[in-house]
């Protein structure tokens, strides 16, 4: 049994991306073929946002809205620490500081009441300038961004969407990706829009902000190529991967939809046994993770290798919280700082979530778990 299964999806549509990779084998465009706009031009019109911008890495993604907003030292940026590394990485990078921000306990989204407290806590300090907020959407969630919205514009800071694994929810009618300022998106194979290497995106309906995002893409290129206005990266997405996720995009909705009964069908099952992602009304998850809190970490083991021996991989997400990760010792966070995400990281872990379940999978990894 796999964690995910991208054989079975790539049968579905091998032939469509046969075409299209020779389609560019063809053209020869290799770097910034006809592909990169199509792919930005369909994106853009899935979320409902005026421009998407593609690049290298989900981790490009975050780092070049920062780099637009110059975000360096003296600036503080709320992240959750629950999540993966880029979030965080990407702002002390620029010199910025990471202000970790724990998670609510229901969603292990970002709290948005303790993100102000947070902020209040810079303000008294009165070190750093709050400047930016990064919510993730945890394991396909949406981060709660009517709350956190409110408080961004109370504060005027400004908000960026890690919707690395977010791709394909939604709150009500608003796709993932639409929200705050700029949001980012990850086509790492594994996300829920996963192409076949590296690549990411970034949304947003800031003319001036995609005008400078495009810049920072190309070594901060100026209207004359050799004429550089600003320092960049080389942040570009290959046509090849574009022409992938444009493939992938054609049965992207399907996909969605079967997530979704898959994890309604495990909720069913485990919900009177485990605490489970809590998914709040008018919310759908693009389910990238399915989770399951254990009572502990024994508890946790014991379960783990339960399915281990029946064959069924599973995986930790998180095992470390940001806060208690060796790169950010020097912000001087210590255990107990960050309960929910501490207990949150001892507790959880995840079973195989992908569009290409059935209901004998599902049957065998749930008497695994309640057995
Ligand atoms: C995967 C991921 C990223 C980084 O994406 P890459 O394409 O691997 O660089 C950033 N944030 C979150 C929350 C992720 O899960």
């Avoid at 209040?120 to 981060?143: H, Y």
């Avoid at 990266?233 to 997530?259: C, H, P, W, Y």
Wanted: aromatic residues 8%.
């Amino acid at each position: 049994m796999q964690f995910i299964d991208l054989k079975t999806q790539q049968k579905r549509i091998r032939q469509d991306i046969e075409k299209r990779i020779l389609n560019v084998l063809d053209h020869g465009r290799y770097i910034m073929g006809p592909e990169i706009k199509e792919l930005e031009q369909t994106l853009a019109e899935y979320v409902g946002v005026k421009h998407c911008v593609t690049c290298s890495s989900g981790t490009d993604a975050l780092l070049m809205p920062l780099m637009a907003w110059n975000i360096g030292p003296g600036d503080a940026v709320f992240v959750p620490t629950f999540t993966f590394i880029a979030t965080a990485e990407m702002v002390q990078l620029l010199g910025a500081t990471p202000v970790f921000v724990d998670i609510d306990n229901d969603t292990f989204n970002m709290d948005p009441v303790k993100l102000e407290e947070k902020i209040f806590e810079v303000i008294r300090d009165g070190k750093l300038k709050p400047q930016a907020v990064i919510p993730v959407d945890l394991f396909g969630l949406p981060a709660n961004y009517p709350e956190i919205q409110k408080i961004a514009d109370a504060h005027d800071i400004l908000v960026l969407e890690d919707g690395a694994q977010g791709f394909g929810g939604k709150i009500g009618d608003q796709k993932v990706c639409s929200f705050g300022d700029a949001a980012t998106t990850s086509f790492f194979p594994a996300k829920p829009l996963g192409g076949y290497g590296d690549g990411g995106a970034v949304f947003t309906n800031d003319d001036d902000l995609a005008e400078k995002l495009e810049s920072i893409r190309v070594h901060g290129k100026g209207s004359d190529k050799y004429d550089n206005i600003r320092v960049g990266i080389n942040g570009r997405m290959d046509s090849m991967q574009a022409a992938i996720v444009l493939s992938k995009l054609t049965i992207f909705d399907d996909e969605i939809v079967r997530r979704e009964k898959w994890a309604q069908a495990y909720s069913d099952q485990l919900a009177p046994t485990f605490q489970l992602q809590k998914i709040p009304a008018t919310y759908a998850s693009a389910w990238a993770q399915y989770s399951l809190i254990t009572k502990g970490k024994k508890h946790r083991d014991d379960m783990m290798n339960k399915l281990k021996n029946h064959g069924i991989p599973t995986m930790i997400y998180y095992p470390i919280p940001l806060h208690l990760q060796t790169t950010f010792n020097h912000l001087n966070n210590g255990v107990g700082d960050y309960p929910v995400s501490e207990d949150t990281a001892d507790c959880i872990f995840s079973i195989p979530m992908h569009p290409y379940l059935d209901d004998e999978t599902i049957n065998q990894i749930v008497s695994g778990l309640l057995d």
